[in-house]
């Protein structure tokens, strides 16, 4: 392109600026706005702040015995899987340092749901501050205007599951590293200095530590680079190409650990795409949910925490959703392609999206869901940006007019009026979804609204009915009766909608088992065994059936299995030690006490072996003091009674 064109540049296809230089806008205008876009931040999920733990927080954080040794665990963590220390035979994911986070809050404040929001509040308000920053030191656009882009993302109701969901920490952390990778790139290009670029390489591997997805980084820096830089094309490679080493090294590692990479033998009832082996189906199906990512990033109502099997329905060729959603990502691919000499700005946004969008879409390879709100933080940043340029475009502003700063709010009022609604209804969606993700009730009982057809809601919603804790809560035994009939609908109605579903048999056999149904229980838990035998919580929860109707010694074998599979499993080794105490009082009633002592002496083995695994499972010293008097030694029970009573 000619240096005359550069010069008469059309105001209506604004170019993105190509300068590397450091910024000169008054450094204490910048802290301002960024005290304000920090402040909203935090203001607006507030009210997760005295949330408790939901979804997936308890397999990574509350029920993970890896995570409760607190900063013990720290060496285990970057040697294993990410949910590694849980009941759950996945093993594909590798995110320690999200983890070690978690680790280290836990050893901070154990089991405090509220001080681990509080982080996650925290540090979105910093990334939302690092957005702003590395959009100002990047495309040199009027301050104000990325000031409102920075509190629109801020504001955005896509952002509530990952921020009042706990263990979405990963997405939070991901992006933060990514943004600070940035800013160490515009440094390096600036200055050159060999650290900078350390620096970026650096926090590049940090990110890929707190989740795999950030290796989509390697195709957006370079788009930093080239439209917002007057770099060299010899830079650029090799920024970029440092970035690919840093990539293959993390796939290495990520192998390592995992055994592979990518993720194997994906459950149809997480992503519905595997519903049909149509490969021309199960693309259509992929574009058409991408027109459903972009739907909810205009139109975020309603939201939900899942949209899992069968809330999608495969789609064909001829389906006018698929249609829609492929004619305009088509276009919008066109147009980048056409204007990306031209450095031009949408072109720029368009890529990003695409990019950022890149492994979310299952267009490429297939990933452990079809569709999820939280895979919409790092896109929504180039959302939030073309969102801006049609506005300034109808209003005819000029994004890189920075000779009006002083008086931009006055002479804009109408833009400034608009984005003023667009913010308050953004803030009231916000903070009103934050209500629903309080609690597993309050989330499940409010989407089981909104997704009604989705198996996986519907086994979230018995499970959350007919749970231990929950149940206890209930002192009323006809409201605790209702609550089983819900769950036992519910579970019943997702095992319809897909069979093959070894989770829901096993809130089946846990809804049976609590209306004292133990053979139909025993049959739901068999069930979820036969098709997945490599989780051991269905192991211990069959061993639960067996030990009730007296099969003492069946159920140790299943408990042992379950111990076997998983050995952090803690209910298995408490429930293996009292199969062995059920066993020695037999033997003691039969006055074979000789057999009796061998069986108490087994289970306090086992007993103890909980308490290493949790020193803080405080029915295991119980156990263990009413076993020892159980074999006449009541000076050693004493002693274990009394540790258990100093257990809150």
């Known amino acids: 392109m000619s240096s005359k064109k550069n010069q008469k540049h059309k105001p209506h296809e604004p170019k993105a600026k190509s300068e590397t230089t450091v910024f000169s806008i008054d450094k204490k205008l910048i802290l301002k706005f960024s005290f304000v876009i920090a ?35 720290l060496k285990e963590i970057f040697a294993n899987s990410y949910r590694e220390g849980y009941g759950n035979n996945e093993n594909n994911l590798y995110r320690p340092l999200t983890k070690a986070m978690f680790a280290i809050e836990w050893q901070i404040s154990p089991d405090n749901a509220h001080f681990h929001h509080l982080i996650n509040v925290l540090m979105y308000s910093l990334v939302c501050v690092l957005l702003f920053i590395v959009l100002l030191r990047y495309t040199k656009i009027n301050i104000y205007i990325l000031f409102i882009t920075a509190l629109i993302f801020a504001a955005h109701p896509i952002h509530t599951e990952v921020v009042a969901n706990i263990k979405s920490r990963d997405e939070i952390s991901s992006m933060l590293f990514l943004l ?5 790139i515009h440094k390096y290009l600036s200055s050159n200095k060999i650290l900078m670029l350390i620096g970026t390489l650096g926090c590049f591997f940090l990110a890929l530590l707190s989740k795999e997805s950030a290796i989509v980084y390697v195709a957006l820096a370079p788009l930093f680079i080239y ?25 290495m590692l990520h192998k390592s650990i995992i055994g592979s990479i990518g993720i194997d033998n994906i459950p149809v009832i997480d992503n519905s795409l595997l519903y049909t082996t149509n490969f021309i189906e199960q693309k259509a199906t992929a574009i058409y949910i991408l027109g459903k990512y972009f739907l909810l990033m205009v139109f975020p109502h309603p939201l939900s925490c899942d949209y899992s099997f069968n809330t999608i329905p495969i789609v064909s060729l001829g389906n006018i959703g698929f249609l829609l959603a492929a004619a305009f990502h088509i276009f919008l691919l066109i147009f980048a392609i056409k204007k990306i000499k031209e450095k ?13 969008m890149a492994l979310a879409s299952n267009i490429f390879m297939l990933i452990g869901t079809h569709l999820a709100e939280r895979l919409l933080f790092f896109p929504s940043v180039a959302f939030c940006l073309a969102a801006i340029y049609f506005l300034c475009k109808l209003f005819k502003i000029d994004l890189f007019d920075t000779t009006k700063l002083n008086s931009f709010f006055k002479v804009n009022t109408t833009l400034l009026a608009i984005v003023g609604v667009v913010m308050i209804l953004y803030s009231m969606k916000t903070y009103s979804r934050n209500k629903d993700w309080k609690s597993d009730t309050y989330l499940f009982g409010h989407d089981i609204e909104t997704v009604p057809n989705s198996a996986h809601m519907l086994f979230y919603y018995a499970n959350n009915l007919a749970n231990k804790d929950s149940l206890n809560a209930v002192k009323d035994p006809v409201e605790r009766e209702k609550r089983l009939v819900k769950a036992e609908k519910s579970i019943t109605k997702a095992l319809q909608l897909y069979e093959l579903f070894p989770d829901a048999h096993n809130v089946a056999g846990r809804v049976h088992y609590e209306q004292k149904n133990y053979d139909a229980a025993f049959k739901s838990y068999s069930r979820a065994m036969e098709m997945n035998p490599g989780k051991g919580m269905y192991h211990n929860n069959a061993g639960t059936c067996l030990f009730s109707v007296g099969k003492f010694e069946e159920a140790a074998k299943a408990f042992q299995k379950a111990t076997e599979i998983d050995k952090y499993d803690v209910d298995a080794e408490c429930n293996l030690g009292s199969a062995y105490g059920a066993m020695g009082e037999n033997y003691k009633i039969q006055n074979n006490l000789e057999k009796a002592n061998e069986m108490f002496t087994i289970a306090i083995q086992h007993f103890k072996k909980a308490t290493q695994i949790d020193p803080n499972y405080k029915s295991a010293y119980q156990f263990i003091g009413i076993t020892y008097n159980n074999m006449g030694d009541t000076a050693n029970g004493d002693i274990w009674l009394k540790k258990a009573a100093k257990i809150k």
């Open 39 to 73: 402040l909203v931040a935090f203001f607006l999920y507030s009210n997760t702040l005295s949330h408790q733990f939901v979804l997936d927080d308890y397999s990574v954080i509350k029920e993970n015995q890896m995570t409760k040794q607190g900063t013990a665990s």
């Open 180 to 184: 600070l990778s940035l800013l160490c």
């Open 227 to 251: 439209f917002f830089t007057d770099a060299t094309l010899k830079s650029n490679i090799k920024v970029t190409g440092s970035l690919a080493v840093v990539a293959a090294l993390y796939m």
């Open 344 to 356: 031009h700005f949408l072109s720029f946004c368009i890529l990003f999206y695409l990019g950022s």
